[in-house]
């Protein structure tokens, strides 16, 4: 059995790149379990549901905890709902949750314990006491393989209860102080073992902290609150193979892996790669014995390629981001022109062409650059080029919708850019995301300072690498493929005739696709547009038992095929501001029900409008109806041609309808509050409490917690789940392909192809 265990996880920043790095880790180990600490995941400390679910969704079969399990109250009943999530077993017991879970496998049997240490921690029950009750338990279920997490501050104890349970348990590994250490072994039962993990979090921190934090404290000895820093990311821990004849050691070796910035640098610190030791491993009457050797990996010999990798595009399109009307070439545009900022995804802004930024005021936003920048032609980025780009992404119908929340900007100098706002909002700068497009461009493409860059070889358009900026990747030539229709992209990157392709997965064609996929989140919500202005709908209590009843998570599990995750929130999911989780993924019927009692209509009839034309939606109301009508209600679907739909909703002639909005990257939510806004039908913006509380919010005055307990309590509308896209890629292509919405390519300078 091959187990992977990794350390302490933490922040929010630690859960990202888990999630990053954690199913390139399963794939190249192998792995049949994996164990993740995370008893400091939420916030640097403690965990929280949210937390534990983002480190299951990254692939976690098991987290342990430790000292900070019960940190957060709201852990609790979740302790108690998921024996997945394990927090050390010498607590007292009267303590939620358990402190053993056994993994059935199928073929094998493991048990993972979960412990904490005494030694300068918590005065609990001992840990040795602890592991030979937990451990009788282990095996009279049955099980020889059995791994434990200790959770202690002393190396000695630690040290001490390894050697204690040597050829007790198949492996022990320790937990708590974020530093990983070199001691990893074999003890003589043939146990395996090391002190600490170490952490998977910011790497340039005092065990997670920012190091200012830390040294003031220490300094000082003044109170002082903890923040987790960003940038660099660190993922360390220990694997583990297991004979499963006699639940002993046969492999073990440490790693880490460092994400720098946008590029991912992996270190095998111990046997992984260099020497994974062999050791002696013996049954319990130790007749069994193997001599000491050295498995050695093959090294992987990565060749440069300029003619294997290719992407589709439409000819007949513009190779212009400002006037190209096709996904095909906008998905190209990404490679060749770089924005003032970069998203990852979950929509958090990082600095790119641009060097700073600043809020003059509530409506005016200073952007500087990085003097110096070049074109791929050798001419300078300057302001005006910023300028010249804002307007021609204005005037598009691609970007035009997502900039409609910034009125103009002006050159303030050479490397200075002033933006103006339409309304207040301290998130305009995660809009400055449009591509860079010289002013002078001429010849037979636009130019950009990219990635990659527009040529001509052999009569054809190809992408050449731009290495003038230190961009250095192993695909060096980018060939085009005319396929401009999206059934026959589907079946290119199946067949190999193109190498990878984003699909936004709006048609079901999209889940045929055999080729390594990856789902990468988009802000494309799907919501329940509700008439507050007149019928049943205009009852407030009404709207609330319907938001209730929603099983959200069926509804992305269903109606979209697992491509959506459910909205909890307002915002998106992966955005910072969606702390408040306001609704649940798996719905109440019962309680919707007696709110719905209580709302004094007496008529319970509701009709739902939806486009025929989009199965995804029709599966998605038709789904609703029942789960409306196990609250109550009687539910009526009239499913209408396109032009039907929009004539009833612009009309607001319905109770509720289901429909589909692409948020802008800063989460604006001005489309149903805006007399002028796309999803604004239904809503009377002028009476609504959610929009008065929402622009009081975007231009300083009131506070976000008020905003969202007015939302709960009028329900304007009721989000339902956000579609996710796909990056699909042949399986010759190698080097953890990875993505995001506005960068499908953000990782391109690791994928490679293997020499012949």
Not at 40 to 48: D, E, L, P
Not at 222 to 248: A, M
Not at 671 to 690: H, L, M, V
Request: aromatic letters at 10%; hydrophobic letters at 35%.
């Amino acid at each position: 059995m091959k187990i992977l265990t990794i350390g302490d996880v933490v922040s929010a920043s630690g859960c990202e790149y888990l999630r990053d790095v954690l199913p390139r880790l399963k794939k190249n180990y192998k792995a049949d379990l994996t164990i993740v600490n995370a008893e400091n995941s939420a916030v640097g400390n403690g965990v929280t549901p949210k937390s534990a679910k983002s480190v299951f969704e990254a692939g976690a079969d098991v987290i342990t905890l430790g000292n900070h399990s019960l940190k957060r109250p709201e852990i609790s009943d979740y302790l108690e709902e998921n024996e997945f999530i394990i927090r050390p077993a010498n607590y007292h017991e009267s303590a939620p949750g358990s402190g053993m879970v056994i993994i059935d496998k199928g073929y094998i049997r493991a048990a993972v314990i979960n412990l904490q240490g005494t030694v300068y921690l918590d005065p609990i029950k001992n840990p040795f006491d602890c592991a030979d009750e937990m451990i009788e338990k282990a095996k009279a279920e049955g099980v020889k393989i059995i791994i434990i997490d200790f959770h202690a501050e002393a190396t000695s104890e630690k040290r001490a209860l390894g050697f204690y349970l040597d050829g007790k348990v198949s492996a022990i590994f320790g937990t708590h102080t974020h530093v990983q250490t070199s001691d990893n072994q074999i003890l003589p039962g043939g146990t395996g073992y090391i002190t600490d993990l170490g952490m998977t979090g910011p790497l340039q921190s005092v065990l997670g902290v920012e190091p200012e934090c830390a040294i003031w404290k220490m300094r000082t000895n003044l109170p002082v609150r903890f923040k987790n820093p960003d940038g660099e990311c660190t993922c360390e821990g220990c694997f583990f193979e297991i004979d499963n004849k006699t639940g002993k050691i046969r492999l073990h070796g440490r790693f880490q892996e460092v994400k720098m910035a946008k590029r991912i640098i992996a270190f095998i610190l111990a046997a992984a790669t260099i020497a994974l030791c062999l050791t002696a491993c013996s049954d319990s009457g130790g007749e069994e014995t193997t001599t000491n050797s050295a498995v050695i990996e093959q090294e992987t010999v990565i060749r440069e390629d300029n003619s294997t990798f290719k992407l589709s595009y439409t000819q007949a399109d513009s190779l212009d981001p400002y006037e190209a009307l096709t996904l095909n070439n906008q998905v190209l545009s990404q490679l060749v022109f770089e924005s003032l900022f970069d998203l990852d995804e979950n929509y958090k802004a990082s600095l790119n062409i641009a060097s700073s930024y600043e809020y003059k005021d509530n409506k005016t936003l200073d952007v500087g650059i990085t003097a110096g920048l070049k074109f791929t032609d050798g001419s300078t980025l300057s302001a005006q080029d910023v300028v010249s780009s804002f307007n021609d992404a204005k005037d598009s119908q691609y970007w035009g919708s997502s900039l409609s929340g910034i009125d103009s900007c002006r050159a303030v100098s050479e490397t200075e850019i002033e933006f103006s706002l339409s309304t207040p909002n301290p998130y305009a700068h995660n809009l400055l995301v449009f591509p860079i497009v010289s002013s002078d461009s001429s010849g037979n493409y636009p130019i950009g300072n990219g990635r990659y860059y527009y040529a001509d070889e052999n009569g054809e358009t190809v992408l050449k690498a731009n290495t003038e900026n230190g961009f250095q990747p192993h695909i060096t030539v980018i060939h085009l493929e005319n396929i401009a229709s999206e059934d026959s992209i589907d079946n290119a990157v199946n067949i190999g005739n193109i190498s990878f392709a984003f699909r936004d997965l709006s048609s079901n064609a999209s889940r045929r696709i055999t080729a390594n996929k990856r789902l990468i989140n988009m802000n494309n919500l799907v919501f329940i547009g509700v008439n507050n202005k007149s019928g049943i709908t205009s009852n407030a209590n009404v709207r609330r038992a319907i938001s209730l009843a929603i099983n959200r998570s069926t509804l992305a599990k269903s109606a979209y095929g697992g491509f959506a995750q459910a909205a909890t929130g307002v915002f998106n999911p992966q955005f910072e501001l969606s702390e408040t989780q306001l609704f649940s993924e798996e719905g109440d019927a019962g309680a919707a029900k007696q709110i719905l009692l209580s709302s004094g209509v007496s008529d319970y009839g509701i009709s739902i409008v939806v486009n025929s034309s989009n199965k995804e939606r029709v599966a998605c109301a038709k789904l609703i109806k029942q789960q409306l009508e196990e609250a109550g209600f009687s539910v009526t679907v009239y499913e209408e041609t396109d032009d039907r739909y929009f004539d009833r909703i612009s009309k607001e002639q319905f109770n509720l309808y289901i429909g589909e909005i692409k948020l802008p990257p800063d989460m604006s939510l001005w489309s149903f509050f805006d007399s002028n806004g796309t999803a604004r039908y239904g809503i009377d913006a002028s009476t609504s409490k959610s929009a008065a509380a929402y622009s009081a919010y975007m231009d300083g005055s009131g506070k976000l917690g008020e905003f969202l307990l007015d939302f709960s309590d009028e329900m304007p509308f009721i989000p339902v789940v956000y579609r996710r896209g796909m990056i699909c890629f042949t399986k010759t292509m190698n080097g953890d392909v990875q993505g995001t919405y506005y960068d499908c390519f953000s990782n391109i300078e690791d994928w490679y192809f293997e020499a012949d």
